[in-house]
């Protein structure tokens, strides 16, 4: 196997994400395995930690399960227990209950519940022991997103020789409805624990150094903070990234090639395969647009004998009551239109709920006429970049929402608001139906993007600024 026991080892570089890189799993035999976790923030940070080295701390994704720290595919991985209350109160409640849909513009209500919040500081706790056991002295510790809003601050109390940061993966809401949270000074002073608060977009960051100079009055100079013991902390953007060159190459592998024909063959040989991959998330937009592919299919617009729109989901949150509501919305709406305009061996949806290996997503992306991005709001979606990492040649259009920080990188998508339904079905029809010049300019330009801003470039900035700040330095 490639996982490997050892006792912990310290580091001078240290990452603290709510989840492992890997996910232990139970066969249907009872024997387990180690699964790449899902979601973004795991295929952004899996590259970084192999340029960097260090160590990463983190839950291994199953309540109750104890496990020694390890070795797995060459990276330090040390394991955080959560019991099966904690995954209820401080995951599934306080992380993905309240703070997940309040940071995503409240596209599903938001929760609040004083022992969700109890717990959420207990487990931000333990995070923050399991870091200060493991960083070496006067080492960096990278903290990752909302689950652990409150370690810098837990951490520098334990640690005051680290340099800390933290980057947010999620949008940072504006602040009037920051300011619904009932915890919500607890969670800016959570933050200011840190030397450097990374975020998204610009916006984010301003909102964060707004929200402390309104609340605590202390004294900001644009992305500069002054704390009351003397600290500066500095809220900045910067845009996440992924391993373009690697995704390039396994795009254009003879195998991925020969997968994505296979692909295009067993949907029907179609003239134009659109393509959704997401995790199965509310935030994501996935039913506005099935509902527009579904209307384009019902006005005739589109032939389900020439086109098919393949969308991927992977599971996730499964036992978050929005997360179940939203699976039966779909499974009803795909049933629906699959049942009304479906011709004999040929639904014009094909719907598969479940995630597959990085080798599958690149021949699907390969495969891909059109990628359609429809998130409601959305920190950055690493799809969209992936999408056009593999594209070569002149084919291939990215539809991609406003309401996600690609969009303001990837400005020659096909941008589209996800409410407005017209919109949508018209910019799908418009982007599948463009010429091969204008598709092949468009994904050249951005192409260019995603290479010169790649994950490496991206903690490579991070990383400098850091560098700069925290004890000894005199920023
Ligand atoms: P989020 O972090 O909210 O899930 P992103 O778009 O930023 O959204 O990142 C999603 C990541 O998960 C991407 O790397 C994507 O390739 C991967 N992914 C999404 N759906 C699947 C799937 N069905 N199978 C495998 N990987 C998936
Ligand atoms: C997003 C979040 C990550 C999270 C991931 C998967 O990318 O920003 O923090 O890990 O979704 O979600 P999950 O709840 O399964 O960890």
């Known amino acids: 196997s490639a996982a490997r026991r050892g006792a912990s080892r310290r580091a001078s570089f240290v990452v603290v994400a709510n989840r492992l890189p890997v996910d232990r799993v139970e066969n249907p035999d009872g024997s387990q395995e180690w699964r790449t976790s899902p979601g973004g923030l795991v295929t952004a940070f899996e590259p970084v930690m192999r340029t960097h080295r260090g160590a990463w701390v983190g839950w291994p994704g199953s309540p109750d399960d104890d496990v020694e720290p390890f070795v797995h595919n060459d990276l330090q991985l040390e394991p955080v227990h959560l019991s099966a209350d ?176 296979e692909i295009r063959e067993d949907l029907g040989n179609p003239t134009t395969i659109f393509l959704g991959v997401d995790r199965l998330d509310y935030t994501k937009g996935l039913p506005e647009r099935i509902r527009a592919f579904g209307e384009l299919v019902a006005d005739g617009a589109v032939d389900p004998a020439d086109a098919v729109f393949l969308q991927v989901a992977t599971p996730s949150r499964e036992r978050v009551e929005q997360y179940r509501i939203l699976r039966d919305d779909i499974d009803r709406l795909v049933g629906r239109i699959n049942g009304d305009t479906g011709l004999l061996g040929r639904p014009p949806i094909i719907y598969l709920h479940n995630s597959y290996p990085r080798e599958e997503m690149a021949a699907m992306y390969r495969a891909a006429d059109v990628m359609v991005v429809t998130p409601l709001r959305d920190g950055m979606n690493l799809v969209a970049k992936e999408y056009v990492a593999c594209r070569d040649g002149d084919n291939g259009a990215l539809v991609l929402s406003e309401f996600t920080g690609a969009a303001k990188e990837l ?52 990383l400098d600024d850091l560098g700069k700040l925290g004890p000894g330095s005199d920023y």
């Open 411 to 462: 400005r020659q998508a096909y941008l589209v608001n996800p409410h407005d339904i017209d919109g949508l079905k018209s910019t799908m029809l418009a982007a599948a139906g463009d010429s091969s010049r204008n598709k092949a300019r468009r994904m050249r330009i951005m192409r260019r993007h995603v290479f010169d801003h790649d994950i490496d470039h991206w903690a490579g900035q991070f």
């Open 86 to 261: 904690d995954v209820e109160l401080y995951y599934e409640g306080f992380s993905n209950g309240t703070l997940w849909p309040l940071y995503h513009d409240v596209v599903a209500p938001p929760a609040y519940h004083r022992d969700w919040w109890d717990r959420y500081v207990t487990v931000n706790e333990r995070f923050a022991e399991a870091a200060a056991r493991v960083a070496d002295d006067g080492g960096q510790v990278w903290i990752q997103d909302y689950q652990l809003q409150l370690v810098p601050q837990l951490l520098r109390q334990l640690r005051p020789d680290l340099k800390i940061g933290f980057f947010l993966h999620i949008p940072f809401p504006p602040t009037e409805l920051f300011q619904q949270l009932p915890w919500r000074s607890q969670i800016l002073q959570g933050l200011l624990g840190a030397d450097l608060v990374g975020f998204q977009l610009p916006g984010g960051a301003q909102n964060f150094v707004r929200l402390v100079r309104q609340r605590f009055s202390y004294e900001t100079r644009r992305d500069r903070i002054r704390t009351p013991d003397g600290r500066t902390v500095v809220a900045r953007a910067y845009p996440i990234a992924i391993d373009s060159s690697s995704m390039h190459d396994l795009a254009m592998s003879e195998e991925t090639a020969a997968r994505a024909q």
